[in-house]
């Protein structure tokens, strides 16, 4: 079986409108727009001015985290990809499961004991290796009602939006 790897930051670039260019060490290329994500979070209000988001840059602890060191904002390398992701899914099904992980913070082993199942099928799931069934996206969206886990979206991850 192949070793997963936490993904890292290799370039991060600011484009117009608030959208964010990623290059991961593994040269995926991702795009993120931070309009939605802004809106959901009262610790990303501050990157709602254009010259301040375009601040934007690797931190200094080898590409885990993008940063905007004057405003003290720090957001993980893995939830940029987990929000790029999402938001660039082919389906609905998709969607719904990446957002509800982003959005409650879970992992692949958080996500598979929350739904039942195993990390492999969560990884196949997230990665498109696998089709997110319908019964699995309404899973995720009863498990946030149930655990009344209904937080702004980077609220989750308070270590990468600190504001």
Request: charge should be positive; charged fraction near 30%.
């Amino acid at each position: 079986m192949a070793r997963m790897t936490r993904p890292r930051l290799k370039r991060v670039k600011a484009l117009d409108d608030f959208r964010l260019e990623m290059e991961f060490i593994d040269s995926r290329i991702r795009e993120v727009d931070f309009k939605p994500l802004i809106k959901a979070s009262p610790g990303l209000k501050p990157l709602a001015n254009q010259a301040a988001f375009s601040q934007v840059s690797i931190g200094e602890d080898m590409g885990w985290t993008a940063e905007w060191p004057e405003l003290d904002i720090q957001i993980g390398a893995d939830t940029l990809l987990l929000d790029a992701e999402a938001q660039n899914a082919p389906d609905e099904n998709t969607r719904i499961f990446l957002e509800w992980r982003a959005k409650n913070g879970l992992s692949l082993s958080d996500a598979a004991r929350a739904l039942g199942m195993t990390p492999r099928t969560m990884s196949a799931y997230g990665t498109g290796g696998r089709p997110v069934p319908r019964y699995i996206a309404l899973a995720c969206i009863g498990w946030e009602t149930k655990c009344h886990r209904r937080v702004p979206h980077k609220a989750a991850h308070s270590e990468h939006a600190r504001a």
